[in-house]
Structures are given as C-alpha cells and as structure tokens.
C-alpha cells in the first residue's frame, strides 16, 4: 500500500516534492535535533489524490492520517479530544516550493467546547483558552466552510465597543467566552450547522480545505507567475500547537540569517511578546527588532541564534526561520532559503564565497537571474530627488522607484494598465493575497500598516518591485478612495505619486528617474558568470543608445537590430510611406533613395557604438500596412501631402489591408515582391560598415533574412544581398566579412532546416513568431484565451514569455539536428523574446546554442542564466 | 565525358526522362521498323547545363551535336548546308511530359539563299523551295529573334493584294521569292542583322531558342497548372524535314487511335492534303477526316492503318499521332498517348480490359482522377435547353455545359473571375497558349476557327473545359469587342452566353444546368476502384442536399460536417447572433436554447440521409465575429432588433474583432471560454442520433473537436462531450455508439500527438490550417504572395491545393507514428481540401490513413485516386 502519511521522524529535506517544502524542513531540524514540535505531512500524493477522487480523502489515507495522529498523541503525551489533556494541532499547506500566504492554515485544531474547558482548567488561563477557541472557530469557519471573516470581526468589535476598550488583550476571559459564543452564532447562521465538535471531523475537513485551496484563484495566479505546475499538489502539516500568547515569557517572530533586503550578514527579524504567528505577518501590531530579544529573554535569544548559525550551515544559505516561545521554550516551527532582494542575494552569495561556505559554482546556481531584473530598474534621478520634499515616510520594504497614478484597490489598480496602458502605484491598508495581480501591474505599491515582513514587502520583494510599507502617517481610506497626507493634503485615484523603495520616501510628484548604478557584488557575479558560462549573450538593440546601455551591461553585441523600428520615427515615416504606397518600381526605388541615407546613419550609430562586435541586422519584416496611417483623417492628410488622391490612396490602403497580417505579405515574402527594398537595405548596412571600418573598427555585420519558410527564398535573397555587398565592398576596397543568416521562425522553416542551411551563414531563432505559429495562437488576440486558459488548467504559463519547451521546443531542436548534420559550423542564437528569460535560456543551452540574445536590461540575467546552465550540464 | 546527344537509334522509350517524350517516343518507333524520319536529341540535361552555364551551349555540346549531325547527314544522304543537296532539319521541344504548344518549333533549318535554290533545282519545284524558305525565316525570326509574326503575314497579306488573290496557293513561286525578300527585309529592319547564311549557326541558335522556351511565361504557367518541376528542363530533338506539302500524293495530319472525345475504338483524326503540318493545328484550312484518306491514298491508309494497331498494342494506350505524307510516302513524326476526355478515357479503359488488353489494374493505374470532374459537371436543365434557340453551332470541342459573360480576351476574362468574380465564357478568334489563364478561369471557350485538334480543343479538353470550337458561323472581332451573330445580332462583352461543349451549340441566354448523368463505364471504373482502393472515402457535406448527392456519388460516411454552415441561412443567423452578444452565461444559454430546435433537425436530416454510415461532425470552430454585421447600417438594424443600444452593440462587435482571427479565439478554444455551445452542439447531435436510431438506422455520430492544440483542452472537452452524450443516450435508451476526436490542424497538435491520442478516439487531419500555419501564409491573403511565389520559382503549386509533403507532410507522418506509438488503434482520416486531390490522397496511402473525405463531386475522384495509390504499393 502507497504511503500517504509521513510522521516528521520519518523525512527529511530531500523528501520535498512529497512532503512539500515546509514539512520537508521541519523533518530536517527534527533530524538535526533542533526544537520542533512535532507531527506528521499528509503528502502531496495524496492531495493528487484527492482530486483523482473527486475531492475526496480515500479511506485507506484517512486510515495513515488517524495512525499518524495516534503517534503523535504518543510524542506529545497529549490526547486528541481528552478534555483534560487535549492535543492541540495546526494544519498548514506546503508545496515543493513556497508560495507565501497563497494556500490556507487553520489553527487550535482540536478545541471543542469540552477540550476548551480543559485547556482553561490545565493552562489556567481561561482567556487564553477561550481566545484560542474563538481563533480557531474564525479561521475554520472562514478557511474550511468560507463563512465571511469580517462576520467573525464583527463580534470582536462589538464586544471591545460594548466593554469599551481599544485591544483585543484588554477582554477578558469572561469576555472572551462570549466572543466565542458569537462566534459560534455567526458560524450557525453562515454554514446552518452547529460548530463540529468532533476534533476528528475537524481534521478531516481542514486537511480537505487545504488541499482545496491548492486550487484557489490566488494560488492558480501565483504558480502562473512563477511558472508552477498544477500537478505538483500541496502537502498538509499536521503539528502540535504551540502558543506564543500564554504571558510574558511567551512570544513569536519571524527572522532571516541575514539582512533580506541589504545582504548584511546579522541576525535580522522582529517579534511579538505574548502573540501568536499570524500577529507578525499580518502586521497589525508592529513587532520589535530580533535584537531586542537578546535583552528580553537572553537565553532563548542565545539558543536561536546558535539555531540559526547550525541552519544556514547545513542549508549553505541565508534562512528564513518563523519560531514560537512558549512560556520560555523556543520551538522553531519553520526554516527554509529566505527571499531576498536582488543587491541582497548577490552580496550574501558573494560573501558566503569569500567566508568560504561556498564555491562560485554554487553560489551562482543559488542566484535566482530574474531577479537581477530589480538592480537595472532605474531610481530617481537625483537633482530632481533633492529638489522634491516627501509626504511621508514608511519602511523601505522593496528597493526601487516607482511613479505613477494612485489606485486603491486591485482590480482598479489592473484596469487603469490593461485598459487605459496607465502607470499605477497601488495604495492600500495592507495588502493581501487578493492582490497580487494589482501588484504585478503596479509600478509600486505602497501600504499604510504591516512591516518589513508583511504581505506587501514580502510578495513585493519577490517581484522585484518598488514597495513603501507600513507609511503609517498616511491616513488610506480604500473604501472613500483617498489618502490624507500628515499636512492634510488628499490625494484621490488618478492622482501622482512616487516611492523610493530603498529610502520608504513617499513623494506627492511623478519624479524623473534614472538608471541604476551596480554594485561591486553584482560586477563580480557576472564576471563569475562569464567565466562559467558556454553560450554568448547579445542583445536586441535598434539604436545606439540602446546598443550603449546594453554593452555597458555586458551584451557581446547584437542579435537583433529591427530596421523597421528605425522608421517609426516621426521624421522618417514620411519617407517610408512614400516607398510604400509607390505603385511602381521605379517609384519605389526613388522613395527608397530618399530613405538610404537615414538607414545609413542608424547603421554607421550603431556599429560605431557597438566596435569590434558582431551586429545582426535583420531586414524589412513587419507588413508594410503596419506603417500606414489609419484614420480616413490621416490618410486624407498624407494623400494631400502625397499629392495623391484621397480615393486613390485609400485604395491603396485598402489593398494593402490584410486578415491575417501575421501570416501575411511581410518579412521575405516582401522582397520576393519587391527585392529593391532588401538592396536597399543591404547597401545601407555595407556602406555604413565601409564607413567604420575606414574608422578604424572591425565591423561584422550580420544580415538576417525573416520568415523564411522555404530555401529557395532564402538562396534567392542571398543571391541578391551578396551581389549588392560585394559590388560595395570591392568598390571600396573593404576588407571586413560579412555573413548572411535567417531567422528560423516559421514551422516549415524548422521542418525543413536541412534544406535551407546550406544558405545560411547562421540561423537566429526567432521564437515568438514560432510559438504563434506552432499553437496557432496569436499573441495580439491571446488575452482573453489565455486567460481562459489558465482557468481552465490548460496551461500554466504564457508560451510567448516562457518557452514551450514540448512543442515550439521540439522543432527548435529539430531545426537545430537537421542545420547541423549538413551544415556543423553553422552559428545559432535566438532573438525572441525567451532569449530573456532563464528557463527558455537554460533550453538554449540544452540544444547547443551559440548566444542568446536579449534586451538591454535583460542582458545581465541572461549572462547569469547562461552561466547556471553550463554548470547545470557539468 | 557525359553524352548529351543521341540519335534516334541509340534510344528508347524508355528514355524519356533524358530524351523528352516526343523523342524517346521516335526512338522506341524506330527501334519498331516504323518509318520515321531520322535525327537526333539534345538532352534534358543539356538544357539544365545550358541554364547552369549562363545560357550558353558548352563546347563540348556542340561538338556531340555536330557528330550527331553529321551521323545524321549519313543516313540521310543529304548534307548540311550543301546547295546540291541539302539536309534541312526540324527543331522541335520536348519535356518529359507533353506541354503542348507551350514550346517553340523550328522548321526548314537549313535553307539559306545557296541552299534554296538547290531545293528548288532538286525538287523541281521552286514555288514549293521559296514557300518553305519564307515559313523558314518568319519561324526562326519568331522564336529564335523574337521579330513579331505579324510584320511578316503584312509582307504576305500585301502579295496576295497586289496578285490580287485570296489563298497562299494561288502565289506562284515568283511571288514566293518576293515574299522570301520581304520577309528577310523585316528580319533585318527588327533584328539589325542580315538573316544568317550559315546553317551550323542557324542551327545552335535554334537549340538555344528551345532551351530558353522553356522558361518563357506560359509555359511556367503551364508547369505551375500541372505540377511539373522547372528542374526537369526540356530536350530538344533535330529531325530530317519531311515535306506534306509537295503536291497532291503528299499531305500532312494528325489522328488518335480511338476517338478521344467518346472513346469509341475506331482511327480518329484529320489531315490536309499538300499542306505542312501546322497548317492543321493552327486550324487554318479545314481538314479531312481520317477515313476519307482510304479513298485519296488507300496504299498510304492501309500503311498507317497497321502502324497505329501496332502502336496501340505496343504502348497499351491511345495514341496519338502526328504523320507525313511525302511524295505517297509515309512517315511517323511523333506519337504518344493521346490526352481524351473523361468519358473517353474511361470507355477506353473498360473496352482494352474488355479486348484483353490491359488488366483491371493497368486500366485503372492509366487513368487520370482528376480527369472524372469533367463527367461529373451539369448540363443544361433539358427543359431550358428544349426551349432555347442556338444562335449558331461550331464543334462539340469539349464536353460539359458553360454559361457565362462575354469577354473577348484572357486579359479581361481573367480580371472579371478574379476582381468581380463573375461567371465568363470566353469568346476569341482562335486561342494560343497566352491565353492559358483566361481559358482556366472562363466556364467555357468559344473560338470561331479551328478544328478538334486545334489549340482551344485540345487545351479545354485537358483541362476538362467545356469548349465549343470553329464556330464560323459567328463574326468575332477581338478587337472592337464584339461579336455577331448569323441573324446580325450583336453582343459585347458582359452579354450572357451558354455553351453545350457536347452539341457545339451556342446560345445567347443565362441556362439554368443539371447534374451529370453518369454512364456505364463510370460505374465500371468505379465499382473496380472500390475494388482494389485499401482507404475508405467520406465527403464533406454540411446539409442532407449534399450529403445525398456525396451518397451517389459512393461517399461511405461523411468525413466533416461543419455546424457553422447551418448558421449562415438568413433564417437562423439572428438566433446564432443573440448567442454571440450574449453577456452572461445565462444569456448564452438562453439564445443556445433557441438554436438547439434548428441544430437538432439538421443533425436528424443528415444522419437520415446517410442512414447506417458514419458521420464526423465537427463542432462550432470560426471565430464568432465572423457571424457578426459588418457595416455600421446592419450593426444598427441588429441592435435595434437585439433592444440593446446601438453603442453597446457596436462595443461587442469592436471586442470581438480580432487582429489576426485565423490564430484567435475560434475552434475550442470558443468551448473552454463558453462550455455551454460545444455541450448545446452535443446534445442536438445526440439527440437527433436517438430519433434517428429509432426510425430504425444504425447511426453512428463522430463529434469532432477543432483546433486542438494541447491534449488538456481535449481532455476537458471529451469529458464534457461523453457527459452530455451519456445522460442522453441513458435517458432514452438508446443503443447507438458515438466517438469523440479531434482535428489535428495545428503544427503543436502534430509534435504532441502522443499526448493528445489517448482522448481521442480519431484524427482527422485539417490540412488546410495545418499548411496555413506551417507555412505561417494566410490562405485569405496568400493571393498577391504565390503569383510572386510562382514568378520567382520558389513555389511550383499553391500548397493549399496539393498537400506539401516536405513540410506539412512531415507533420501529418510525425502526427500518425506519434498517435499509433500510444494508441494503435486509432481511427485517422483527412477533409481539408487535399482530401480531393490525387496527389495528395497518394500521400494519404503512403502514411497509412484510413480514409479521406472530400467535397461531393470530387468523390469519384478520390474512389479512383485511392484505387491507384493501393494499387501502386502492392
């Protein structure tokens, strides 16, 4: 028989993918001796299970579950539902990964109006019983039979206003007592049964809630980010309470090994005499700083930093520990790797090479490259920082600058991006897991309460996203939609705001930022990169500008220099438009004649800029359609420029029109039409390097052919490009070589690869016309489908950002095997959007690839990515 | 050293890939005893070097070519420029398949001013000398110089006034050597240069001029029509001239050995007396019967009589033959297998089986599918026939009924079909190979010259184009554009005219047409097909009409009926909209309710017609905004008659648009955002099912998911599928069994087809998206992209239409081997278009599908079709 049901003694951390992250630990300090209060992990096979089921527990695991809770009876000297000495239980998700505050807990497990008395009698604490009791009656009514919380609160309140006090410590036990008898009304009323007081019943439906939860919107959105399968399922923890809210020797907190947002390596976290955990996270008491413990309780202080300094030891990484006090015993009820800002992750690894802990190797393969994202984001420019004056001041939760329109909520928060393509700072109370997809569109998020370790700076600083905390002089009435500022100033929705997440600064402006600056950490972990890694990295770059930015960050030159986005400026469509709407060849060469000279200069910029690197150019690819006007206003005014007749420009328009323009007359296809234009082009980019060479850099241009589906286009336009090229380079006595590729970005294309490498120099993968294609799926009209989607669990992340590796995956290595059995010098890189992105980068690898190639600001994250994937395969 | 060139008697017929088949057909005659006039042929390979040498001969060619001459002049007796005796020569294309007319010709090579007179002296007759001269150079001015023809007809057209006479055989040879000096006057005045006087010159310019046709427009045009590769190049064959114009025991004609109009077995054809042969094909003088020569030259008939029994047997097929009569004597040009119409090429087929000739395998393998659509087309409704009045009769030149509007040349017939999609007959003169494209888009051709075997017969009976031939009876002016009847009534174009290809008649009216009434031979060749075909045949039919007509048509299921099309009828489209506006669930549900009644009779009437066969039907699969009012007017009316507000509406229709809807929201991807339509589908499909079993069928429904792309949307669909299928067929007791499967039309589909079987029950490949896709080439704007495909070689046919292999072949094998790993038993079918086409359907058999399915009439095509690709593998 499969075992469903592991007791701590019997796992370890390896055992994560069946007993989840957080069980898996908890077996580990077990084994390392450290105080754990004990229990047992229904696995996330079972949770499989479950669903298999029909969401329901098989009788066979409900038979592990009882014999597993009859041990720790044993281990505790507690029993389960013994009002004299009842066994108390915590139950709480736990997948492979941690996914913060997606999935439910529920809490006091256990307590009955029987055991209630008993915990009073043997506690001696009847308000700590009966605070217990009512916690518990909340959170099972809310996360097991989803009866409103706020009905709970309600009760609270009414008994705090009719005793007349502010905190929920000032009632007492008799007080409390009568909350609970609310408590069970509301209960009652929600669900229409009695509160169950059958502690097994209980169990049984907590485990079954948790499991639910797996499936929750907010879990389903948070695997999405974070690229999770549906399948993995969660596992369930089943513990022995402990309780940090029995009197003054009694406490809970939460600590890092190491400062998670700077890298400084302290001790580092705050707590809570007498509370129990979730006072901590929820942030409504502000807790005090770990260090502090040390003069409260210092022995229980010295034995957890001992803990501490034997788990990141073992773990070779900065820990993120949740630990309970009770009545001077401390129990830690979790350890895992710790989140951790960008600056702070590539400080901490550095450091733990240099304190010998671990080797480069291992220290780049800890990093997580995405995260790198955070350092490139741009601060506030200073000049304009000095001259600002802030509002207020709350706790620099995520570094960062944001600035944006105010929202207030979530869901206006998204509306004002998807909608109207606003830049939004979210405001909030505190934020909750309900928000997380207004958070990932917000440029920053700035909340009124909750701490450094609140739902807002933790989720926050795993986005990588500017976060101002706890900013507590701020009055935020989310319901009226307004803020009040210390000098009683409102603020409402739409209005400016900026936040410096590394100050806590809140600004009433939209300042002006600028680029970051890089620390000496991240400069040494992409020089260990770049030793480790196999693969070039190269960037997508269509200006000069943007080919400085990217070299200074390490981009070893370009993959994928876009020649049409050159013409979108306002000055230069003019002329694009005349070569368009020519109706013959001779006029469009003489458009095109206009037109050369400015293509020209944009090479000769960008060869100047990018030296002695290699620089992909690809050719005219969008359809031409794309750079007419499109009101009947503005083709009325640019026929009159034209000289042209409304009706017949508009005719021309309309015969340009077409369905489907992504598979239509575009990239090659257009220079099967009309070779002029690729002649063009060709003499544009070898005139401009002619140019630079005699400037005294060795040029190497790349000419990259789009949309290839068939050889014989591309033998034809090589034809045509290395006749026009070397009629310029011979003219001019050059001596610099150039190549000539394609980009592989249609499914025949790879299908075929075999037949068209013998005339291509290199291929570049161009992914995300290729996953459009393969799925059949357009990415302009894939909104609301995928959104339905993931709904629907078809699929867990979007295919154009994260490479499908089964299927768009499959003809890329095809494409790869069949270039190199007729052609193994052939160069191979990737220009889509995947080229930035780890996971997809780690693919590239896997099938050979020559570089990657990425926007500027991803180009250090792709060297990173690059580099991990070498080690992976060493 | 490779050989290029070879006499007549160093080849066979089974040469014909090196020799074309024109002269591998003159070697296998001659290694049969048959007279033949000697000669040699320059291969196809030499064509493919002449291009890959700059369209220049090698030296070493010529020299094999001026051996072969010389060997020629051997077995002639004659010498090569010698005015004593001079060897003159034809120069002739010849492809590995017949192109007729679509190359160039050269005769009477040879003569120069010395020669002439020597053929004068030699002949004794210098009318007939100066005659053949004049043909000489317009020829060689013509093909080889590029000199306009009609500058040299003037010079003859003007003799013949000044002599005032009417035919060239009136001219004496005096009047001939004028013509002779005319016509050397206009080659100097076009070309620059005196007309050459050496006949090795002559000679190679001759063969080049041959090589160089077979790139010219039309018979790219030719090739692309018909499938033929430019890379097999033409040879060309250099033939001693044989003279049927030397006087009244001489005559030139061409005849097949049956009748290739009706396949009756009887000597076929026509030949003039003292004429050169192209004086028959080009239809000038009108020719003689076959039969008639039994009395004129009843040695000569006798003759020819034997060789074609001869022929017929040796090459198990028609013939077709061109022959000259030289001085009573008779020699073989050419001779091949005749091309005939559909009737006769199925008589002919059941008739050799029938003389024991051919076996029921061999009669099958000769045959041409695509051919049997002529026999399938309407004639006229007889009523409307009976009542109308011919305006005039020419010959019954092609089977089949026409009716359409004048244009009077290709150009404007073209431009009618394609911008204004208007039916045209097209009404000329006489045709010639330009106007091949305007004859494949016109209904039906109209010549007012020619014969049987003249260019317009011929052409239209390939291409199974009704045409009506020589109707000289008629008055046609190509170029005032206009036409005049035997009554005097006029007709310009965009009048409607009706052609009845079987009867030759003419009539100035729109007739309504009937089906075709099939005969015995039909049924024969049929009944064999479904004899030996190992894939089944299915049809495309969307309503009963159709499905009846695919039933006798011997259709054994239907293959995809698409529930769209029900939608379309002005009736239903108003409920369909209401359920595209439909905001909310219940909305949507509510609108289905409405349609369900209309989708379940439908479904009722098409399994009642096709009683106990299978039924694919395919569920909704467009994009809903397909089915939307376009214009600002009818989005109006809808919203007025829907009560919503016209901006609501007009918001809808906006929301729905799609950028590119080909790869939008359609297909399944509509049932994973609305479940509710695939399950009103199911339930109307099943339903219908149940009353149609109970009247007594065994109904078996195929519920086909389209656009699959991921095995989790059909995993999702099937259970809701089998769910509503099962309560229904449980509910009513019903005994009928039902399959679930998907289209397998996205290149994703096709590499993860292992995932996607095990829920399927079949496969039906959607090979139309499947090339869109692969390709990456929308269909709906693909127009424009293959003209310049074809023009620059890179494509020879439009891939929608024959199934490209390479690629989206590559898928459909990857696809089958993939499901078949996982699932053996699984059912595989085809019905995008390449269902109906030969080529395609061999492919079909190669990867193991079980059946195709096509559009009705393309039924007995695919019987045959899928006969000959069994039979081809055993």
Redesign the interface.
């Known amino acids: 028989m499969t075992k469903y049901v592991y007791l701590f003694t019997e796992g370890d951390a390896g055992m994560r993918n069946l007993l989840g992250g957080k069980a898996a630990n908890l077996a580990e300090m077990t084994r390392l001796g450290l105080p754990v209060p004990q229990g047992f992990t229904v696995s996330t096979e079972a949770c499989t299970r479950y669903y298999a089921d029909g969401e329901t527990i098989a009788p066979e695991i409900q038979e592990q579950i009882i014999q597993a809770l009859h041990a720790t009876e044993k281990i505790s000297g507690k029993e389960f539902g013994n009002p004299k000495n009842p066994l108390l239980l915590s139950i709480r998700s736990g997948a492979r990964v941690s996914m913060p505050g997606m999935m439910d807990t529920v809490l006091n497990l256990g307590l009955t109006d029987e055991t209630v008395a008993g915990l009073a009698k043997l506690t001696d604490n009847p308000r700590f019983a009966y605070d217990s009791y009512r916690r518990f009656i909340a959170m099972f009514g809310d996360v097991v039979m989803g009866v409103e919380r706020r009905a709970f609160e309600d009760v609270l309140e009414k008994q705090k206003r009719d005793q007349n006090v502010e905190l929920d410590n000032e009632l007492d036990a008799e007080h409390m007592r009568a909350v609970t008898d609310g408590y069970k009304e509301v209960y009652k009323k929600a669900t229409g049964s009695d509160f169950p007081q059958d502690p097994r019943t209980q169990l049984m439906a907590a485990i079954k809630a948790v499991f639910r939860s797996w499936e929750n919107e907010r879990a389903q959105y948070y695997r999405r980010m974070n690229g999770i399968p549906s399948a993995w399922g969660t596992a369930v923890t089943v513990q022995i309470m402990v309780y940090g809210n029995m009197g003054e020797d009694s406490g809970t907190g939460v600590a890092f090994t190491r400062n998670p947002a700077d890298g400084t390596n302290e001790l580092y976290g705050e707590y809570l005499i007498n509370a129990q955990g979730e006072d901590v996270v929820a942030g409504v008491r502000t807790p005090q700083p770990i260090a502090t413990l040390r003069d409260v309780l210092p022995e229980v202080y010295q034995q957890f930093a001992e803990i501490c300094e034997i788990l990141e030891q073992h773990y070779k990484d900065m820990q993120d520990m949740e630990f309970t006090i009770e009545r001077g015993k401390l129990y830690m009820l979790q350890t895992r790797n710790g989140k951790r800002t960008a600056a702070a992750a590539l400080k901490i690894a550095v450091d733990m090479v240099e304190e010998g802990m671990l080797s480069r190797e291992e220290a780049l393969l800890k990093l997580d490259p995405a995260q790198l994202d955070t350092l490139l984001h741009p601060t506030f420019e200073a000049k304009a920082l000095k001259a600002a004056t802030p509002i207020a001041k709350g706790l620099p939760a995520s570094p960062g600058a944001a600035t944006g329109r105010i929202y207030f909520s979530a869901g206006a928060a998204s509306a004002a991006v998807r909608e109207r393509g606003e830049k939004v700072v979210l405001v909030r109370g505190e934020t909750s897991p309900e928000d997380l997809e207004g958070m990932a569109l917000a440029e920053g998020v700035l909340t009124g309460k909750g701490g450094m370790t609140s739902h807002a700076a933790v989720v926050a600083r795993g986005m990588g996203k500017c976060c101002v905390a706890g900013a507590s002089e701020l009055t935020i009435d989310e319901d009226k939609k307004q803020m009040i500022d210390p000098a009683g100033k409102m603020y409402g929705e739409g209005d400016w705001l900026s936040l410096d997440g590394s100050t806590g600064q809140v600004y009433d402006a939209q300042l002006p930022t600028s680029d970051a600056e890089l620390t000496d950490d991240f400069a040494k972990i992409m020089e260990w990169s770049d030793e480790y890694r196999r693969m070039g990295v190269r960037t997508n770059a269509d200006s000069p500008g943007d080919a400085a930015r990217a070299l200074e960050l390490g981009a070893e030159g370009i993959g994928l220099c876009r020649t049409e986005h050159m013409f979108f400026e306002e000055d230069r469509i003019f002329a694009f438009r005349k070569m368009i709407v020519a109706e013959t060849r001779e006029a469009r060469v003489k458009a095109l004649d206009e037109i050369i000279g400015l293509q020209r200069n944009d090479f000769v910029g960008i060869f100047r800029a990018m030296e002695d690197r290699p620089v992909v150019v690809r050719l005219l690819d969008p359809p031409l359609h794309e750079f007419l006007p499109r009101t009947d206003k503005e083709i009325d005014d640019l026929a009159a420029a034209l000289g042209m007749t409304n009706v017949k420009l508009h005719g021309i328009v309309e015969r340009l029109h077409?369905?489907?323009?992504?598979?239509?007359?575009r990239g090659c296809?257009l220079a099967?039409?009309y070779p002029e234009i690729y002649e063009m082009q060709t003499r544009a980019i070898i005139e401009a390097a002619v140019i630079v060479e005699k400037e005294g850099h060795k040029v190497h241009p790349e000419i990259m052919v789009p949309?290839v589906?068939?050889y014989?286009?591309l033998e034809?336009l090589r034809e045509l490009i290395v006749k026009t090229a070397d009629e310029i380079i011979s003219a001019a006595d050059a001596k610099f070589t150039y190549e000539v590729g394609t980009m592989i970005?249609?499914?025949?294309a790879a299908?075929?690869s075999n037949?068209i490498a013998p005339f291509a120099d290199f291929y570049s993968f161009g992914t995300n016309?290729m996953t459009?294609?393969?799925?059949?799926?357009?990415r302009?009209?894939a909104g609301?489908?995928l959104d339905?989607?993931y709904n629907?669990?078809?699929?867990e992340a979007d295919p154009t950002a994260h490479l499908?590796v089964?299927?768009?995956g499959?003809?890329l290595q095809l494409a790869v095997d069949k270039a190199k059995d007729v052609k193994p010098e052939i160069g191979l890189g990737i220009c889509g959007e995947h080229g930035g992105d780890p996971a997809s980068i780690d693919f590239c690898e896997e099938i050979g690839l020559d570089y990657v190639s990425c926007s500027p600001y991803r180009v250090p994250i792709a060297r990173l990515a690059a580099a991990q994937a070498a080690l992976r395969r060493k």
Chains 1, 2 share one sequence.
């Open positions: 077409e369905l489907n323009p992504m598979m239509g007359h296809r099967i039409s949309l589906c068939d014989r286009e034809i970005e249609v499914p025949r299908i075929l037949e016309d459009q294609m393969t799925y059949g799926l357009s302009d009209d609301k489908i339905d989607y629907a669990r078809i699929m499908d089964n299927g768009v499959a003809l």
